[in-house]
């Protein structure tokens, strides 16, 4: 049954009741707005300001909308006035993405284009919307948008039999957070490919390695970017992060429990030793448990503070002979076996 116009779901209500205006608009910076007549020069959107009226939540008002008769001026306004910023709502931004980027690569898959080059795009799109989410907006709605961004890289590795150099090459090897889920999320895809899993399985595995690390946004920037030994408190924060991003996709109403035990188990050991729950040997879900592995290994082949990257090949090495206990040794060997090529 379809909701009426105009009436909210019980779930919408709920969302609305625990958020904060704010958490609905995006501040707009000049390289967004290039980016988005680049993308799609016949979007139009909403721009809206905040008042200086001194109350404590916000208000936002429509400033303008930005088109092709306003791109210039609102462009140059962005650019010289950083004291009054301009804002898009959660939910034209949402229509960007959907209408325009994820629609672009469809129709690229419809027109043969290589698979290699369209999951270069897609990943990209991945990796902007999880930015959104971390450092943009706090509603969770945009990371719906994930779903068919997972699906389409889904079909590049499956009908186009990628290998795995052109998974590898495709990610990108710094340590932001987008880029680490996103890296997560298509290494979970490519190993749920090449064990032949059925579709939806896959699906599960790569969405819920896009948003398995979701609990992090809540953890401070400076624990999260300390450089040096983190202190007993620290600790215990991170230690949050698998809980509280459960709860995040709980709350959304919208995902498997498959996904949900991802994000709550993907720390845990096959020995016993992680957290949050000390889980051992098959009581962890296998989906989190190729989690774990696709979390460390990337970690390895991505720079760090504290080391260089490793190859793909140094990084698996490292992991099946210097982390006992931490891994499923069947499921170690099938991740190996999927990624160690020569010459990576």
Known sequence: MHKMAGIATKTETMELMSHSIADYYRKIHPGFLIQVWRDSPDLAFEVFYKPRNGQEEPQ?????????TTREKIQKLVVSNESHPLFIHEKDLIKYYNKFLIENLRQSLEDGKPFDNILVQAYQVNKNILQEYFENIDSTKILRCLDEVVEIMT????????????????????????AHCSNAGLYNIFFGVQLNLPTPE???????????????????????EKQGELSPDDWQTIRKHPSAGRKVLNDMRCYSENILRMAAEHHEKYDGSGYPFGLQG???????????I?????????????????????????????????FDPRILINFIKAFAQPGK
């Open 202 to 224: 896959i699906l599960d595995l790569g969405l819920g390695g896009m948003l398995y690390d979701i609990g992090k946004k809540g953890i401070p920037i400076a624990v999260l």
């Open 294 to 326: 696709s979390d460390v290994f990337n970690a390895l082949v991505c720079k760090r503070y504290y080391h260089e990257p490793r190859t793909a090949f140094e990084a698996l090495v490292e992991m099946k002979n210097n982390m006992p206990g931490h």
């Open 282 to 292: 098959d009581k962890i879900s296998f989906s989190a448990q190729v989690c774990a």
């Open 155 to 178: 079909i590049c590795m499956t009908e186009g039999k990628l290998e795995p150099l052109d998974v590898f090459n495709t990610t990108s090897k710094d340590d932001a957070h987008p």
């Open 60 to 68: 936002f008002m429509k400033f303008g909308v930005y088109e092709a």
